[in-house]
């Protein structure tokens, strides 16, 4: 069984860096064909793609976040990281990492989300 | 960067009712292409991958068809469970992933 929750501060200043955990259960990181990403969503908005590192510790980042964003793993602790540099009230969201499967469809390898954590909120402010 | 529209960003329907969502892709993204259920205060659910494979466990009333530009999300007869916000994802190149904007389902 698949689980994954994240954890990390509720309140965060402007500026100031924020880092969330993602510790999941019932995969390793260290499988080929697994990934895990960051998604964000701001309060009654849509969600937003940020970040997914792969098993061979290839990582993707959103380019409009590039410069900002880390995510790293921990393989042996089965955590993945996600390091967001010089927050702002707009970086106020629900933060949620997902298991990503790598799979080979119809002869095209591609990945989608299978399992999400709950998710956490996050509020940049003063 | 590869851009996602979804038509319509809201939509009232019956139960019973049968339903399409559009996403279209800024450009080819062959069948890379992934359908999201969100209830409020709850994560996303997967429903469809590779533009139109069920995931295990999702109710055959969902389908999902395209390629290239255009995909479809259709719900063939909608129960009350189904009122929720559907969201497409495309992995196929930069950035890794874009969500399109979301269709809002609700009860008319």
């Known amino acids: 069984q698949i689980t994954l929750k994240e954890s990390g501060p509720t309140l965060v200043k402007p500026t100031q860096t924020l880092t969330l955990t993602c510790t999941f259960s019932?995969?390793?990181?260290?499988?080929?064909?697994?990934?895990v990403g960051w998604i964000r969503q701001p309060p009654g908005k849509a969600l937003e793609w940020l970040a997914l590192?792969?098993?061979?510790?290839?990582?993707r980042y959103s380019p409009s976040l590039k410069s900002r964003l880390t995510i790293t793993k921990d393989t042996s602790g089965n955590q993945v990281v996600l390091t967001m540099t010089n927050t702002d009230p707009v970086d106020t969201a629900t933060y949620y990492c997902?298991?990503?499967?790598?799979?080979?469809?119809?002869?095209?390898?591609?990945?989608?989300?299978?399992?999400w954590g709950q998710g956490t909120l996050v509020t940049v402010s003063s | 960067d590869i851009q996602m529209t979804q038509s319509p960003s809201s939509l009232s329907a019956s139960v019973g009712d049968r339903v399409t969502i559009t996403c279209r892709a800024s450009?080819?993204?062959?069948?890379?292409l992934s359908w999201y259920q969100q209830k409020p205060g709850k994560a996303p659910k997967l429903l469809i991958y590779?533009?139109?494979s069920l995931q295990s466990g999702v109710s055959s009333r969902f389908s999902g068809s395209g390629s290239g530009t255009d995909f479809t999300l259709t719900i063939s007869s909608l129960q009350p469970e189904d009122f929720a916000t559907y969201y497409c994802?495309?992995?196929?190149?930069?950035?890794?992933?874009?969500f399109g904007q979301g269709t809002k389902l609700e009860i008319k």
């Open positions: 997902a298991h990503g499967r790598i799979t080979t469809v119809r002869g095209e390898t591609l990945y989608y989300f299978d399992f």
């Open positions: 019932g995969f390793s990181l260290s499988t080929s064909g697994v990934g």
């Open positions: 590192i792969y098993w061979n510790d290839d990582k």
């Open positions: 450009q080819s993204i062959s069948s890379y």
């Open positions: 590779a533009a139109s």
């Open positions: 994802l495309q992995s196929y190149s930069t950035p890794l992933g874009t």
